[in-house]
């Protein structure tokens, strides 16, 4: 798997029109809609920041669209982060109210962000989100990731970790997508820093792929010195298809009835993480990472969301319920958070 990684940053973001989103829809070739879409090809970086502060507080989310963004600033001021590595947020997507999700955030609780797009989003989403939100339209159809930042974002890199037109055919989910998993990494307060989404539809050795890419994408920037890696990492143990298969997942349940929640036997990531010299155990608490929405079945939830750091020093890693006042889920991940201990 070779790098992919776009460095041009933007004030603002060239969306493609409905026009160009219609007609990308009626077929074509992936490859070509991709190289014909800027802001598949820029990242969006935007004000303010704090210059000279320092990161004490880091938080990983994803955010599942950033749908709930009331309930969503309602959880995350209070933890006052200094950064945030965010996952799943849409900028005008009919899900998400049409809104620039992750610039609202960030104004509200007064950072800065730099916002990378993962996927042109061809269709409203996912087969509830298309009954949902039947008859409605996309305004920009983007879905990305991103890093919300009081501290000044340096070397802003979007890392494409694959572009091979998987989603474009709509086998998954019925999904019609432009794009491409990706990570977003900056130099922060002398940290490199990675917000990261890996696949869903793949299999333990892909993600493993793609995280060395990440992790030869940090080293570039950092020279094998003080990072902070998180993200949805989907780290579920096993292929996804495994999991859909009754028979096997009982197999697989039964070899290990832990591996949901405890995957680092099952999910070679975690070796190549310790070649490249991070740490696991100190900032993680181990705690369960997925939540159910409301009308979602029963199901084994784990912990396929995770922190990966070198160099610093954690003081405290927390997993916290991403729920609103009401102990309604607001995104189906929990957050994950951990604190620096600085001189």
């Not at 992919?4 to 070739?29: C, F, I, Q």
């Not at 912990?303 to 102990?327: L, N, S």
């Amino acid at each position: 798997m070779a790098r992919d990684s776009v460095k041009r940053t933007t004030g603002r973001l060239n969306a493609p029109s409905a026009d160009w989103r219609e007609r990308a829809l009626a077929g074509g070739s992936h490859d070509a809609w991709f190289a014909d879409a800027p802001c598949l090809h820029e990242i969006r970086v935007d004000g303010p920041f704090e210059a000279g502060r320092k990161p004490h507080r880091v938080l990983a989310w994803n955010a599942e669209r950033l749908k709930h963004p009331d309930p969503s600033i309602d959880l995350l001021a209070p933890l006052a982060a200094d950064v945030l590595l965010v996952t799943e947020v849409d900028v005008g997507m009919a899900r998400s109210g049409n809104r620039d999700t992750i610039a609202e955030l960030a104004q509200a609780l007064g950072m800065g962000h730099a916002f990378g797009v993962e996927f042109i989003e061809l269709g409203l989403g996912d087969a509830r989100e298309r009954e949902w939100h039947a008859g409605e339209s996309n305004r920009h159809g983007l879905h990305g990731a991103g890093i919300l930042s009081r501290c000044p974002l340096e070397d802003v890199t979007l890392l494409r970790l694959d572009h091979d037109g998987s989603w474009y055919a709509g086998e998954r989910n019925g999904e019609r997508r432009i794009g491409g998993r990706m990570a977003v990494i900056a130099r922060i307060g002398g940290i490199v820093m990675a917000s990261v989404h890996l696949e869903s539809h793949s299999d333990p050795a892909h993600r493993a792929q793609q995280m060395r890419l990440v992790f030869e994408a940090v080293d570039e920037l950092s020279g094998g010195g003080p990072a902070i890696v998180g993200g949805d990492l989907n780290s579920k143990s096993a292929a996804r298809d495994d999991w859909l298969d009754d028979d096997i997942r009982e197999r697989l349940l039964a070899e290990d009835p832990s591996r949901r929640m405890n995957p680092l036997l099952h999910e070679p990531m975690f070796e190549a993480a310790a070649s490249f010299g991070y740490d696991i155990g100190h900032c993680n608490d181990g705690a369960a990472s997925e939540r159910l929405r409301p009308g979602d079945p029963l199901r084994e939830l784990g912990r396929i969301d995770w922190f990966m750091t070198r160099g610093v020093d954690v003081g405290q890693a927390r997993t916290i319920p991403a729920v609103d006042a009401a102990g309604i889920a607001v995104s189906d991940h929990e957050i994950l958070s951990i604190t620096l201990r600085t001189d």
